[in-house]
Nanobody, 115 residues
Framework: QVQLVESGGGLVQPGGSLRLSCAASGTIFSINYMGWARQAPGKQRELVAGITSGTITNYADSVKGRFTISRDNAKNTVYLQMNSLKPEDTAVYYC?????????WGQGTQVTVSS
């Protein structure tokens, strides 16, 4: 069984920082991509950041320069360091892992940026 365990969400003031973690357990073959998406109320889910097995990264324009994605292949874990957080970053953040055979999603973790 494959499970994605997310952590690190919470309430933070504007300008603050949070670090999200997503650890994958179980049998996963050839992870090609790990990333994060988010969904705010009334909006569609959007891709935030991703990293390939070759460590090539991509970011949504809205988070470039503020968010950093990284991965630890030995631990099958992906991180999202979020700095200079803004109220518009408020959303449920979902971890996404794509292997050669399947795609997996985490349960989501709430990030709220408010004063």
């Amino acid at each position: 069984q494959v499970q994605l365990v997310e952590s690190g969400g919470g309430l933070v003031q504007p300008g603050g920082s949070l670090r999200l973690s997503c650890a994958a357990s179980g049998t996963i073959f050839s992870i090609n991509y790990m990333g994060w998406a988010r969904q705010a109320p009334g909006k569609q889910r959007e891709l935030v950041a991703g990293i390939t097995s070759g460590t090539i990264t991509n970011y949504a324009d809205s988070v470039k320069g503020r968010f950093t994605i990284s991965r630890d292949n030995a631990k099958n874990t992906v991180y999202l360091q979020m700095n200079s957080l803004k109220p518009e970053d408020t959303a449920v953040y979902y971890c996404n892992v794509v292997s050669s055979q399947n795609a997996y999603w985490g349960q989501g973790t709430q990030v709220t940026v408010s004063s």
